[in-house]
């Protein structure tokens, strides 16, 4: 267990092997209004877009995608959000415009749907944690824990999470970076970055105003401004 306010140097496993498998048969209760799609665009290289559908936490579809341009991520980001009727679509944001290609795909935005413009190198508000990075693979690891959210039996994506070790300093803790996770598994944890998202996007399944109000560092795209 993590125990953040401890005051000491210790370093670990975030996803242990045998919970992420016990994970995999959580079965959180189904919500037309806690649909969330994340998506983890692909970098250069290897990397694939790895898109989750998450219905309160509950994996309801993946798609894995090898080549693709922001246009495409965008436009198949629309036809996900259109089909399972998701109230929040969040991307990671940095070096891509998908994000900024969706809300000008979504229109009026008639159903409201938040974009959440992710960037995993900006501070965390919370000082438990060095950035946002940090902050979601922690929540994400004690949501798990919790039973709150399923993840996807799927081995690739548990390797890559069970890859991501955890370095608690003087109550900060901080997680294995995507380049320090590559040299272990060999590949860049995008399933593992997406999975978190999906779990973090649950977070906004409020109204804008209450996101607004009490979490002002987030950055969601607000349509009725």
Same mark, same amino acid.
């Given at each position: 267990e993590l125990d953040i $306010?401890?005051?000491?140097s210790v370093e670990g496993v975030l996803f242990d092997f045998s919970e992420l498998k016990a994970a995999t048969k959580n079965e959180p209760m189904l919500s037309p209004d806690r649909i969330v799609v994340s998506l983890d665009p692909a970098g250069e290289g290897e990397d694939e877009a790895v898109f989750y559908v998450g219905n309160n936490g509950q994996i309801v579809e993946r798609k894995f995608i090898a080549k693709s341009t922001d246009p495409q991520l965008a436009t198949e980001s629309i036809m996900l @959000? $259109? +089909?399972h009727k998701a109230q929040v679509f969040i991307s990671d944001s940095i070096g891509n415009g998908v994000a900024d290609l969706v809300a000008q795909l979504l229109g009026k935005n008639e159903r409201q749907v938040k974009v959440i413009k992710f960037k995993s190198s900006e501070?965390?508000?919370?000082p438990?944690?060095?950035?946002?990075?940090d902050e979601v693979y922690h929540q994400a690891a004690l949501s798990m824990k919790s039973g709150n959210v399923q993840v996807d039996d799927d081995y690739t994506l548990m390797k890559q999470l069970n890859a991501t070790k955890y370095k608690k300093d003087n109550g900060r803790v901080y997680i294995s970076s995507k380049e320090? @996770?590559?040299k272990v598994i060999g590949t860049s944890p995008d399933r593992a970055d997406s999975w978190v998202l999906a779990v973090e996007g649950l977070r906004y399944t409020h109204s804008? +105003?209450?996101? +607004?109000?009490h979490e002002t560092y987030r950055q969601v795209v607000h349509f009725d401004e």
């Open positions: $306010n401890y005051e000491g @959000i $259109n +089909k501070k965390s508000k919370d438990s944690y060095f950035n946002r990075r320090e @996770i590559k804008s +105003k209450e996101v +607004k109000q």
